[in-house]
């Protein structure tokens, strides 16, 4: 076993490689960008190198300076995580030139499934089956296009070095087949500096169900399945082991066609191997071909953790230390049941667009696996994926660990940001996936409804009203006076509607005037109780006041003087939804514009959103370059005010 190694990533990932390292007495070596200088991952490790500036070209993607790192401090190994360096086969190869140790494949094996299409055509003759398809070398528009008419709508198109969805468009007609074709180079381009792509038959009830492998070079194991099925835009959200409507049968024969593909190209360490599986007719032994394998330690892992019981970071570092594979596949276990959710800083009513922030409270539910590298204080930045953390539940059934589930979300506290936290739990609540009912389109289905959080109670209305009082605490009620009846309106704002309760303050209690209802509340020497039930937590940080009922409601504090002060008539203005690149600009000053019209496309966490003209008008100003960094709610593109458009 090694002495010391060094984890070139940032994160959970990088604290959950902590977790198990200390497990084993093996010493640690954090790397880190000046974003990341008081990061969780810094604070865990036993030392930490300084590699270089905040976006990711210039620290973790910097595979000299890693390795650099690792030779001053003596660490004899390197642990990649996932995403960065963790596919990278040059990488690998400088690792091993440097004298020190990939914890992971090769870079053949790497190189070998690295290139989607080529990885088809080796897992074919592997005897392993693959979704019919244009794998070809030729990138022409039209020979793409007339692969797509053979291989029949609707389609996929898809990077051929891409992976989580980046890349990825699916197309159901032939006249949408360029633009999407366009925007999917455009896409793999910006992500994987490779623009070529493959076509893909479309699975019409598509479930996407991946397999664990684990090999040493010579050989390898299956560790079971999981379930990736809840997706949004091919990202996934929800993912649990066993798959639901698994059966013994299959089980095998997807596990062995697995096997035969990490055995193909010599596999050594933890790799998954992704099947799209047909799922109009349940599960069949014939229904299932191979998309894609992933040479590294998945995001997902976890739950393959704790339905087996074993440490995949311990078998990482123990098979890169020279053993061999530590369990045979019949010894290989499966108990029970267990779900993950990717809590993200999001704007869900936004569109999911990624949020920033200072995270003023982190709080998770007793009782269940929370993987994180975030900590009360820590901010959210625009330079990494806005993961929050991983929450993992196992129970003996798949309903008991998804009423765990629901009970970890509902008891998981997140103040400073925004988050998908109520998206999480109207899907575990959803009726079809309680049942096990999952597609790769359950989401899209039903987004409607699995967005619509519910209003805040009449009682977190009061608690936020309270709270931006400052009557949370003891002490002289601010903005109230002894000489005038105690009375006073609390301007605020949920999901950008105007709220304004009226407290009544009396001693110890105070009634709040919501809308049409009133409420009690009273300060005990337990705390805030309204209605005779203790209240919700509030937390306050700056203008923002979070109350905790529910998956939390945000309530921003209104200044009045700056609403008076803010004037002029909306949709005059294009702003940037989330901090990210403005990768392309499509209109100039004085082009007319109408409604829904492309204006401009941003790039954040490597997606690109496009944004629209708010309304039918003329381009007063463009106010950015394409290739400017710019923050949230940044003014973009100017159009003339109305009422001089229109003269």
């Not at 976006?55 to 993607?61: G, N």
């Not at 650099?68 to 004899?76: H, R, V």
């Not at 702003?575 to 990768?583: H, S």
């Amino acid at each position: 076993m090694f002495d010391k190694i060094l984890i070139a990533n940032r994160g959970e990932i990088a604290c959950r490689v902590i977790d198990t390292c200390r497990r084993l007495g093996v010493a640690t070596v954090a790397v880190y960008s000046d974003a990341d200088r008081d990061a969780r991952h810094v604070a865990m490790a036993d030392e930490a190198v300084h590699i270089g500036g905040s976006a990711p070209a210039e620290s973790y993607l910097k595979g000299d300076r890693i390795i650099a790192a690792a030779q001053e401090t003596g660490a004899q190994a390197i642990h990649p995580g996932y995403g960065f360096l963790s596919e990278n086969p040059d990488f690998v190869e400088a690792v091993d030139a440097a004298g020190l140790v990939f914890i992971g494949p090769s870079a053949t094996a790497i190189r070998a499934m690295g290139l989607k299409d080529a990885a088809k055509a080796l897992m074919e003759e592997a005897g392993v089956p693959v979704v019919p398809g244009y794998h070809g070398a030729d990138q022409s528009d039209d020979v793409l296009a007339q692969a797509a008419g053979e291989v029949g709508y609707p389609v996929l198109i898809k990077a051929v070095a891409g992976g989580g969805g980046k890349g990825m468009r699916l197309v159901e007609r032939s006249g949408d087949f360029a633009d999407a074709l366009a925007s999917a180079r455009s896409e793999a381009h910006t992500a994987f500096g490779n623009p070529d792509v493959l076509i893909e038959k479309y699975v019409t009830a598509p479930r996407h169900i991946e397999v664990q492998v684990f090999g040493d070079g010579n050989s390898a194991v299956h560790l079971n399945e999981r379930d990736c099925s809840l997706q949004r835009r091919h990202q996934k959200v929800i993912e649990e082991a066993p798959a639901p409507g698994m059966t013994p049968e299959v089980r095998a024969a997807m596990g062995n066609a697995a096997v035969r593909a990490a055995e193909a190209i010599g596999y050594a360490g933890a790799g998954t191997v992704e099947f799209i599986v047909d799922g109009s007719d349940g599960l069949r032994p014939d229904g299932f071909w191979f998309m894609e394998m992933n040479t590294r330690l998945q995001v997902e892992h976890p739950v393959t953790e704790e339905i087996t019981g074993i440490d995949l970071v311990e078998w990482q570092l123990r098979v890169a230390a020279g053993e061999g594979l530590p369990m045979a596949q019949a010894d290989i276990p499966l108990r029970g049941h267990a779900f993950e959710a990717r809590l993200y800083a999001e704007d869900v009513p936004a569109g999911f667009l990624p949020a920033t922030g200072r995270l003023a409270h982190l709080e998770f539910a007793p009782g269940c696996r929370a993987e994180t590298g975030v900590r009360t204080g820590d901010v959210i930045s625009p330079f990494y994926d806005p993961m929050i953390a991983k929450i993992v539940t196992r129970g003996a059934t798949r309903a008991i660990a998804l009423s765990s589930m629901r009970a970890a979300l509902r008891d998981t506290r997140v103040a400073g940001t925004v988050t998908n936290l109520g998206f999480l739990a109207a899907l575990c609540a959803h009726d079809g996936f309680v049942v096990g009912e999952v597609d790769t389109g359950l989401i899209a289905r039903d987004l409607e409804a699995l967005v619509a959080a519910p209003p805040p109670s009449a009682g977190a209305v009061a608690m936020a009203a309270i709270a931006a009082a400052g009557l949370l605490s003891p002490g002289p009620a601010a903005g109230f006076t002894l000489w005038e009846p105690l009375r006073r309106s609390v301007p605020l704002e949920h999901d950008g509607a105007p709220v304004t309760p009226v407290l009544e303050v009396a001693g110890e209690r105070i009634v709040i005037h919501v809308d049409e209802d009133s409420v009690t509340a009273e300060r005990t020497s337990s705390g805030w109780r309204i209605a005779g039930r203790a209240a919700p937590a509030v937390v306050v940080s700056g203008e923002l006041v979070t109350v905790f009922e529910g998956a939390g409601h945000g309530f921003r504090v209104v200044d009045p003087l700056s609403v008076a002060a803010a004037g002029g008539p909306a949709g005059d203005v294009v702003e940037a939804p989330m901090p990210g690149l403005v990768k392309a600009l499509f209109v100039a000053p004085g082009d007319r514009v109408e409604a829904g019209a492309k204006m401009a496309i941003m790039e954040a966490m490597k997606m690109e959103h496009t944004l629209t003209a708010p309304r039918d008008g003329t381009v007063a100003e463009v106010l950015v370059s394409e290739g400017a960094q710019v923050e949230a709610h940044a003014a973009l593109i100017a159009l003339e005010p109305e009422e001089d458009a229109n003269t």
